[in-house]
């Protein structure tokens, strides 16, 4: 059993996310004769937070040997568009700024993040993309809004 241990340690540091992505598709970028080829990969999130708010992100996928092995570090370019796929509700109050997706795009050291944060001045939802790193993140960044209806005001928590 206690070989059992550093298994489950690994598995855990490999699990992807915190919140499901669907793939919406990918296209390839660089051909590779062993291994999966570089792709760009288009992915949705649901907004967890918020119904009827999806967000799809752009992001390269390093393929090769490393990157069909999980061992590639993908690079820091993402981009992201946010819109309203269905009526907005709130099923509880939001904070004025919270991290909704964040995902591994290296073995240990670098991470994916989306933020959502509110524009309570213009009743706007404002989602940023980024990388970070341990030591050194990624100044490479995107921004999308989607505003909401002013009949509607976001309920931020206290």
Excluded: W
């Amino acid at each position: 059993m206690p070989r059992l241990a550093p298994a489950l340690l690994l598995a855990t540091l490999l699990l992807p996310a915190l919140a499901a992505a669907e793939v919406v598709g990918e296209v390839d970028t660089v051909f590779k004769f062993i291994g999966p080829d570089h792709k760009i990969i288009v992915e949705a999130y649901d907004d967890p937070g918020v119904r009827g708010v999806t967000c799809y992100v752009s992001r390269a996928k390093t393929g090769g040997i490393k990157g069909g092995l999980g061992l590639a570090e993908d690079k820091s370019e993402a981009s992201i568009a946010c819109r309203q796929t269905g009526p907005i509700a709130f099923p509880k109050p939001v904070p004025q700024q919270e991290e909704m997706y964040s995902e591994r795009i290296s073995l240990i050291f670098k991470k994916l993040r989306v933020v959502r944060m509110v524009d309570a001045a213009r009743n706007t939802l404002v989602y940023l993309t980024y990388s970070d790193r341990v030591i050194e993140g990624s100044p490479q960044n995107s921004v999308t809004a989607v505003p909401v209806d002013r009949n509607t005001p976001i309920p931020l928590k206290r």
